[in-house]
């Protein structure tokens, strides 16, 4: 097989549990793998890896530490964050570099994601990021503003995906300095890549992925834009990210500067919307005095509508689940099906040991 003209990245913080594991996947590859690990201790176990540029950047943040590496040491037309708890596929990798070569106009592309759990020696999958019915959505519009508004209609994150080099390379000379919080940092990628070019979601497995304790559960990193757009601690850094994704949108466009930031706060807004609104006293209220009830009165009954219910949703992930593998074809289901058998096996091996 010709080897893909693309570049792995993977950034790590304090999870070298998982580094190792990440590297001996990406290294049969025969890919180009550059680590930025900023944790404080160097990872040191790279034993026989030959593809492996490893680069410790000591409590650095995200995602400045990668403005460097990405710059200078990033060689190759394409590239591809890929975190250290997932497991990007090769099939995957491929069918994306091959989409992007043959269409000028898209600078991303991305396929299906699998998540997982581990459950004893069994590995139960869903479907990452989305639901089967979403896996339609389309950011192909020929006006980067359009292109905004599609992607914050059906949001799912894109940080993941095969780049074009000279795109995420514009995006972290770019990057705001002051921007320190996740979820800002996050937003920026998505619309700068929006505003970049078009962006290709294709029918194929792309990535399997750990459901895993991680950085959700800090209100650092809630994905929730309204509330730090009006949230005193993070005003300044909302404020430098809407400068800079509206600066480059009214270059991309033409528009002036002023209606530039109109589409970016419109997408924010409508990002927002689509989260559950909050609730007023009065839906507080009630359902405080509801789980009264079901924890008492009703403890039986809610016990029984609990397992009915997720006994449906299990179905609905299923569901889910199926559809997908459905159009992923033969090659993603016997590479996905392979990583799923590997990591069954390292488990039953670690619990026999």
Same mark, same amino acid.
């Given at each position: 097989?010709?080897?893909?003209?693309?570049?792995?990245?993977?950034?790590?913080?304090?999870?070298?549990?998982?580094?190792?594991?990440?590297?001996?996947?990406?290294?049969?590859?025969?890919?180009?793998?550059?680590?930025?690990?900023?944790?404080?201790?160097?990872?040191?176990?790279?034993?026989?890896?030959?593809?492996?540029?490893?680069?410790?950047?000591?409590?650095?943040?995200?995602?400045?530490?990668?403005?460097?590496?990405?710059?200078?040491?990033?060689?190759?037309?394409?590239?591809?964050?890929?975190?250290?708890?997932?497991?990007?596929?090769?099939?995957?990798?491929?069918?994306?570099?091959?989409?992007?070569?043959?269409?000028?106009?898209?600078?991303?592309?991305?396929?299906?994601?699998?998540?997982?759990?581990? /459950?004893? &020696?069994?590995?139960? =999958?869903?479907?990452?990021? +989305?639901?089967?019915?979403?896996? #339609?959505?389309? %950011? *192909?519009?020929?006006?980067?503003?359009?292109?905004?508004?599609?992607?914050?209609?059906?949001?799912?994150?894109?940080?993941?995906?095969?780049?074009?080099?000279?795109?995420?390379?514009?995006?972290?000379?770019?990057?705001?300095?002051?921007?320190?919080?996740?979820?800002?940092?996050?937003?920026?990628?998505?619309?700068?890549?929006?505003?970049?070019?078009?962006?290709?979601?294709?029918?194929?497995?792309?990535?399997?992925?750990?459901?895993?304790?991680?950085?959700?559960?800090?209100?650092?990193? /809630?994905? &929730?834009?309204?509330? =730090?757009?009006?949230?005193? +601690?993070?005003?300044?850094?909302? #404020?430098?990210? %809407? *400068?800079?994704?509206?600066?480059?949108?009214?270059?991309?466009?033409?528009?002036?500067?002023?209606?530039?930031?109109?589409?970016?706060?419109?997408?924010?807004?409508?990002?927002?919307?689509?989260?559950?609104?909050?609730?007023?006293?009065?839906?507080?209220?009630?359902?405080?005095?509801?789980?009264?009830?079901?924890?008492?009165?009703?403890?039986?009954?809610?016990?029984?509508?609990?397992?009915?219910?997720?006994?449906?949703?299990?179905?609905?992930?299923?569901?889910?689940?199926?559809?997908? /593998?459905?159009?992923?074809?033969?090659?993603?289901?016997?590479?996905?099906?392979?990583?799923?058998?590997?990591?069954?096996?390292?488990?039953?091996?670690?619990?026999?040991?």
């Amino acid at each position: 097989m010709q080897t893909l003209p693309l570049t792995i990245v993977i950034p790590t913080y304090q999870r070298h549990h998982l580094l190792g594991r990440a590297l001996a996947h990406y290294d049969a590859f025969g890919l180009p793998v550059i680590v930025v690990d900023s944790t404080p201790e160097p990872f040191t176990d790279l034993g026989n890896l030959r593809n492996v540029e490893y680069l410790h950047r000591p409590d650095a943040p995200m995602p400045h530490k990668l403005r460097a590496p990405v710059l200078e040491n990033v060689r190759t037309p394409y590239m591809v964050m890929s975190a250290d708890d997932s497991f990007t596929s090769l099939s995957g990798l491929r069918s994306c570099v091959e989409f992007l070569a043959a269409n000028e106009d898209y600078s991303s592309a991305q396929g299906y994601y699998f998540g997982y759990w581990l /459950r004893g &020696d069994e590995v139960a =999958l869903d479907l990452y990021y +989305r639901s089967v019915e979403t896996l #339609d959505s389309l %950011v *192909d519009s020929h006006r980067p503003e359009d292109r905004l508004i599609q992607m914050f209609s059906r949001y799912s994150a894109m940080f993941y995906a095969v780049y074009r080099t000279d795109c995420q390379r514009e995006m972290l000379q770019r990057f705001p300095d002051m921007i320190r919080n996740y979820c800002i940092a996050e937003f920026y990628f998505a619309m700068m890549t929006a505003l970049h070019g078009k962006h290709a979601l294709l029918p194929v497995f792309y990535q399997l992925q750990e459901h895993a304790p991680g950085i959700g559960h800090n209100e650092t990193f /809630r994905n &929730d834009m309204h509330r =730090l757009a009006t949230k005193p +601690r993070y005003i300044g850094e909302f #404020d430098a990210f %809407v *400068d800079a994704v509206a600066a480059y949108l009214a270059e991309r466009s033409g528009r002036p500067l002023a209606d530039a930031r109109i589409f970016i706060m419109k997408a924010v807004a409508l990002q927002a919307w689509q989260r559950k609104m909050e609730k007023n006293p009065g839906d507080r209220l009630r359902t405080e005095w509801q789980a009264l009830l079901n924890k008492t009165v009703f403890k039986a009954r809610k016990r029984e509508i609990t397992r009915l219910k997720r006994k449906a949703e299990a179905a609905q992930l299923q569901l889910a689940v199926d559809g997908a /593998r459905a159009l992923i074809g033969p090659e993603g289901r016997a590479e996905l099906d392979g990583m799923v058998r590997s990591l069954g096996a390292q488990t039953s091996a670690q619990e026999a040991s």
